[in-house]
């Protein structure tokens, strides 16, 4: 199974409650913080919900 790289790029002040939640599902904390998580389909859902707060690195 492949890993995305995660970086949050935007502070999630005047993000709405499921915005601010799937930051913290992913494990953000604060911007330039860098995950990796598995692409999942589950996971590809939540980084849709932020995808303006985030910037997504295929690791392949």
């Known amino acids: 199974m492949s890993a995305l790289k995660v970086t949050q790029i935007k502070s999630k002040n005047g993000a709405n409650h499921a915005q601010r939640e799937s930051l913290r599902t ?16 589950a996971s590809r859902g939540v980084l849709h919900r932020v995808r303006h707060l985030v910037k997504v690195d295929d690791e392949s």
């Open 26 to 41: 992913l494990g953000l904390r604060k911007i330039g913080h860098t995950v990796e998580v598995n692409d999942t389909p």
